[in-house]
């Protein structure tokens, strides 16, 4: 009875949603299950086969590069048609072909044009599924809209690399690329099988929607770049997060002994469970603050994280429980960044720049990857540790925070 009357609250309270916007809440969660275990396991799996640190980061910096055109072709699409059904399907193609190559590389060669691929797709992905959100959440409140695909996204990343986890360590090394593929199949399904539908909807909301706050605006807000400059710190500490925390945890620190593969999986998978449950309630909260605030707390927790993994470096015995704090106060941090971020750029935009601005703010995740991860991985092969990077990112975070704060409090 406990059972059935719990399923129906969670059966309610998804039903509160609009149905567009449920659709692409399935579609974002599957993107991110088939997607978490490749942006997080890539370099331990290629680490594995022998790629040296340089030559990982060098592949996540060429995607980041290619990236960088399809975003901007993808948002100069959206401003003309505000279709987002073509650019999924397309990025779901290009996902597959991505995977199939990191499948079969053994060498530097065809895992970077595997990651060239990858980096194709992300950058066709990334803009129509932010932007449909705004146009598929009627009268909900869009941070709220935002939490909800977040928290979508959270639990499809966890997923991801919890089982892509358990099938590259006891079947198969490259199973999470399989698992890209199954996601971008359904994927596909679900927009054919809506195709017109989506276009209805957005059509609709796009006649009906009147930002008062950019009514008539043809120019960016004077703080676009400092809000633009710290959304680009925030999503280079998420790239560092994502590709060098790993890599510096089985290297170990200066006095950290390095960590096993397995314990360096669990430490990360809790770190997305955390998330998991933490998206929801923090991105509820935040919507209920200031539309800077989710910003500002970001910065906050993000440069309080990495300070402590930089003096984690010059620890061992208590090395683990900084790890595990900073990465607690990391779950935190993106809790609050990912839905503020798009609703954020999404306000401040001009109303004829509203795709653009989206593919600006995906550009920002690719950029976080442009030097971070390749810097960080010449470092890491040099000193054999990362911890000046840790320090780095901790001072950035808190001199933006301090500009932020004075200037946009």
Known sequence: MISQHSFQISKDWWIQFPYHLRLITKIRFYAAFGAGGVIYLTSLIFNNIGLTAT???????????IGTVTRLITGNYLNKTGGIQFPLIAS???????????IFS????????????????????????????PYFCQSIDTRKAYALVRSSEALGIFLGVFLGGFMTNFLYSKSIFI?????????????????SSIKRNLENFQKKIV????????????????????ILLITTSLALIQVTLPLDLVKGGVYRNALSKEITSLVISMQLILLLFLQWPVGSWISE???????????????????????????????????????????????????????????IAPLNKKGFALALLSQCFAMGYFFGPFISGRILDLFGYASIIWLFVSFCCFFLFAILFRRLF
């Open 55 to 65: 030559d990982i980061g060098l592949g996540f910096t060429i995607s980041a590069i």
């Open 92 to 102: 779901s193609i290009l996902s597959i072909v991505a995977s199939l190559c990191l």
């Open 106 to 133: 053994k060498d530097t060669f065809y895992y970077i044009i595997g990651q060239s691929f990858v980096g194709a797709a992300a950058g066709i992905y990334w803009p129509a599924a932010e932007f449909g959100v």
């Open 179 to 195: 698992n890209d593929i199954f996601c971008m199949l359904v994927i596909t399904y679900l927009i054919l099988r809506n195709s």
């Open 211 to 230: 930002d008062p706050i950019n009514q008539g605006q043809l120019k960016w807000n004077k703080n676009s770049i400092i809000i633009i400059m710290s």
């Open 289 to 347: 603050k200031g539309r800077l605030f989710g910003l500002k707390f970001s910065l906050i927790t993000f440069s309080f994280a990495s300070f402590l993994l930089f003096i984690s470096s010059y620890l061992n015995i208590a090395a683990f429980y900084l790890i595990s704090f900073s990465l607690i106060l990391v779950s935190l941090g993106t809790a609050s960044f990912l839905p503020t971020s798009t609703d954020v750029v999404f306000r």
